[in-house]
């Protein structure tokens, strides 16, 4: 158990906190600077999760589920709900219960469990809801130049060719026109054509696809009197197939497909509807029967400029707003394009649909203001250069793979949280929105999504992880220490519908220990976790610069560093040199160095659409993922030792070692100097130079490992010392040797940068956390 418990830190219940011991109260809890919180993952699969086929006890009170931290009297067949002490007694059929016969939700290892629901009873008996197959629904952006369109081409046949035999697949293509086509109508290519330049209403799509009331009414043009089994309202069938049926229309259509024939006149960008096209890609999904999956996957190859959702002028004099404009507000399209996507998103929400971005160009395409409809919905987000480039190749076809490398896609899930008394809700951060459900527990203050105790997840998957923030309630009624239960209890309840249609319901409760933190900071001290805290303080900080205007990141990020050293540190007052850390804080500092220099707080050189992909992945993605995006892993080869971790810092360069470097987003091999120049020369052909040959395919064999198991994949970058390219490894070392002082150190490099190296930044925290 000790060796699992070091692997995965996760363990069963997919929880990790900020601190595992709690203050008491709500005044000791703000003097511990880092906020209490839990990173979730709320259906990461675990061969120890067992699954149940019944559907689980709730408490009639704070409907919480039943759970092995729940008291059990088994004469009296009562059970005493851990979160508000209500009674509640057993259905008949647990009269056979006892202790040495427990159903499987009161085995003490089970703090999480599975319910495998039995669906709704239906009010159409021949409309079994558990064969409701998952829509796909592709929108095609078709301004692009003939290559890229190959390109997106060839990745749609293969995505097609993958999806599962029942799945539905409809199509769309935009330009400046947007383009519904009926492939039911097979004879030849049918499509309904919307104006890409006004708004159009949910109701507006419908009627025009003859799919609207008048249509179902008078069993209109294209209504089939007999409906096949997935939707009530059949003459949705007409532009949603399944896979297996449509293939072969799907590819004649593709291979038929012409780029946007609009003319474009010179000095003018190509007119794209992206807005309107996803308004109709949501209203067409809009004629689904409730409670079907479904995901809207866009693939868009530029910025909209046409109708609503335009982010820039179609003159190409006038560049795509950058970050100084948002500042100064000075990005005329931004808040109204924003507006836009919001009710795209609450549609989508409404019907309980995804929208998917691939996005690929070289200039921005406006992730930045769809984040909202993407992030809101659940939805995946790829940001590539081209459709060509493995990134979005490969990730693209990652998306539809099945089996152990499956994101495993899961639709319509809601998050419910019951916590004990005393503890309050403030938010969450993450692809999830706000149900509204009001309750005791929901805090005053709110982070993120908040004001509720319930969550809409429309989509989810294996790896999507959330971050639910805690706040203690202000009461200082001094308790009568007898009564106190010293254990505080979260539990977490996800409900979804797995990639196969099955309605799942993931139960996760969880204790942990309340201390007495006036009296000793110790054991709150040992339940510190550095790495879910500095992921917390990345999510938070990201957060509060997109919502509050001026907001220092990094003036805040240093406030908080200093105030947690001058509490937790051992130090003599105003004595810089007596300051030590507990180990449990030892690696704390450098994870916030690394985080004020990377590119969630320094957007410079950063485009607002990368900025948002960033953001977006960080907030989805578990806490070993995204340390490594605020803390890449440099690992170094060389010809006299094994592969081994080396400090993230320019003294690591050296001209006989190659370095790789994993910075999340993108994967790099650094050759030095001599490692390069002996590779020029050929020597890892020659047989008699077999170790050399080997110590440089043993970095490309682990980039690789890592590729394969991320999603999106990462862009992999190979380079040399004092090459162009090598940019990608420098940027992210701390620059201890720079142009101001650099030493002669063989082999190595400098940095040319005016940023403080991790050494000057130790000796200020040092100096200020003792400060009287």
Known sequence: MSEMASTDPEGL??????????????????????????????????????????????????????????????????????????????????????????????????????????????????????????????????????????????????????????????FVSFGTQVQVHELGFSEMSKVYVFRGSKEITKEQVLEHLGLGVSARRTGGVGYQKVAPNAFPNSGITRFLLPASDCEYTLNALLDELQTDQWPIPPGSRASRCTGVALSVAAGLLGACSMGTGARIIALVGGPCTEGPGTIVSKDLSDPVRSHKDLDKDAAPYFKKAVKFYESIANQLVSQ????????????????????????????????????????????????????????????????????????????????????????????????????????????????????????????????????????????????????????MLRVTTISRRWIDSAVSSEELVQGFDQETSAVVMARLTSLKMEIEEGFDATRWLDRSLIRLCSKFGDYRKDDPASFTLNPSFSLFPQFLFNLRRSQFVQVFNNSPDETAYFRMLLNRENIPNAAVMIQPSLISYSFNSLPAPALLDVASIAADRILLLDSYFSVVIFHGMQIAQWRNAGYHNQPEHQAFAQLLQAPHDDAQLIIRERFPVPRLVVCDQHGSQARFLLAKLNPSATYNNANDMSGSDVIFTDDVSLQIFFEHLQRLAVQS
């Open 352 to 503: 309980g649909h995804v929208l998917d971005l691939f996005a690929s160009a070289l200039d921005q395409v406006g992730v930045a203001e769809m984040k909202i409809a993407i992030e809101k919905t659940g939805g995946l987000v790829v940001l590539a250069e081209s459709f060509g480039h493995s990134v979005f190749k490969d990730s693209f076809k990652h998306v539809f793979e099945e089996g152990e490398q499956s994101l495993g896609l899961c639709f319509n899930g809601t998050l419910e949280i019951n916590c004990s008394k005393d503890i309050k809700i403030q938010g969450i951060i993450g692809p999830c929105i706000s149900l509204e459900k009001k309750g005791p527990v929901v805090a005053d203050t709110v982070i993120g999504e908040g004001g509720t105790t319930a969550w809409k997840m429309c989509g989810l998957d294996k790896s999507t992880c959330l971050t639910v923030f805690f706040d203690l309630s202000s009461s200082e009624r001094s308790n009568t220490p007898g009564t106190v239960n010293p254990l505080l209890y979260l539990q977490f309840l996800t409900s979804y519908q797995n990639p196969e249609g099955q309605l």
């Open 13 to 170: 219940d997919g929880v990790r906190m900020s601190w595992n011991v709690w203050p008491r109260t709500k005044v000791e809890a703000s003097k511990c600077v880092i906020p209490l919180a839990a990173s979730i993952s709320p259906i990461r699969p675990h061969p120890d999760i067992p699954t149940l086929p019944y559907a689980p006890l709730r408490c009639k009170t704070c409907s919480a589920v039943l759970n092995p931290f729940a008291r059990v009297d088994f004469a009296a067949k009562i059970w005493i709900c851990p979160f508000c002490y209500q009674r509640n007694h057993f259905p008949p059929h647990y009269s056979m219960i006892s202790e040495t016969n427990l159903p499987g939700e009161l085995y003490a290892q089970y703090t999480t469990i599975q319910y495998a629901l039995p669906q709704n009873p239906n009010p159409n008996p021949n409309l079994d809801s558990s064969s409701l197959p998952p829509v796909f629904l592709f929108v095609l952006d078709t301004c692009m130049i003939e290559e890229e369109m190959g390109f997106v081409k060839s990745a749609l046949k293969r995505a097609i060719g993958l999806l599962p035999e029942n799945a539905l697949v409809g």
